[in-house]
């Protein structure tokens, strides 16, 4: 690693719409850029994506953990009480070892050759909002559509949801929801209720970090559940084992960004395999860069379950990326012109 110049530039991301879910309203998003060069001139770019507030770690050791690898870089395993700057550093290196520009895996997606299956993300609003998000998504041909739960009255969100239930069988749609554990005490009654809408899954229905309420949810549920920010923080192999063997969710979520980077999501993966519970990855508000690294490493796995991969359309002013959304499917364009080292270029570094 002493052989590698590192450096980082800071970006805001400015949302068109403010993006509401059951925690927060956010209406910007920080990300730090890291390039990687070697002594041959070559470059590898990653992307540093916390979400300040549900990631285990704060703004203040983030930037002390950039300026440490400005000065000093060390292997990724280093920054493990920070995950995005492992996942941010991981993606640089990958990048630095694949012959092209921006290149994090090696298959038929990143060729170009394949494509992948996404879910259509509702952001929270007012019903008339969600409403047009969700007809805007079958519009373009979505099968499978997710919805931001838990900030609303929960009865305008079931009315909500099964206007799309009576217009579409489960067969024709699946529709996933996400509570971001604002569920308290009544949760098993809400996802009696969910549950007769023939609904796909809930994320994370109650707040992380009750794991005995969890296990007992999981167990108890008519609705299957994903664990989503129960994964964040857990860091051993043996954590990560401990954690599915008590609560034994039917699903889980990914987000590399949040949970130490693609070999920590790894990890899960295999873990999650030997009790034979099934996953899917999501991004978590990453800019093109970090976005494509993410759906590039995802399709190595062939997973058939659709992907919550955005596609960086929340920003204003985000960063030149090879991804192009055609109705539900993402494609990755290698050979069309990226633009992100002259986007690079104009950004200010981390000092």
Partial sequence: MNDLICEVKSHTLSFLRAAKTSRDTLLEKEVWYIRLSDRQGKYGFGEIAPLFGLSVESRDEVLGAIRQ???????????????SVRAGLEMALLDLNYPASLQYADNAFVKGEQSQTINGLIWMGDPAYMHEQIEQKLALGFH??????????????????????QRFSPEEITIRVDANGAFG????????????????SIEQPIRAGQPAKMAQLCRSTPLPIALDEELIGTTSCAQKRELLDYINPQHIILKPSLIGGFSEANDW??????????????SALESNLGLSAIA???????????????????????????LQLEGEKLWHHPESECGFEQFWNGLDSVQ
């Fill in 269 to 282: 993966i295999q873990i999650a395999g030997t009790y034979g519970i099934p996953w899917w990855a999501t």
């Fill in 69 to 83: 690898m400005v000065t000093g870089l060390h292997p990724p395993e280093a920054y493990s009480s920070t995950p």
């Fill in 144 to 165: 499978t559509i997710k919805l931001k739960i838990g900030a609303l009255d929960f009865e305008k969100e079931l009315s909500l949801l099964s206007g799309i239930r």
């Fill in 296 to 322: 590039q490493w995802t399709a190595g796995y062939n997973n058939d379950l659709p992907q919550g991969l955005g596609t960086g359309q929340l920003f204003s002013n985000n960063c030149p990326g090879r």
């Fill in 185 to 200: 005490d009544d949760a098993l009654h809400k996802l009696d209720r969910l549950a007769r809408l023939n609904i796909h």
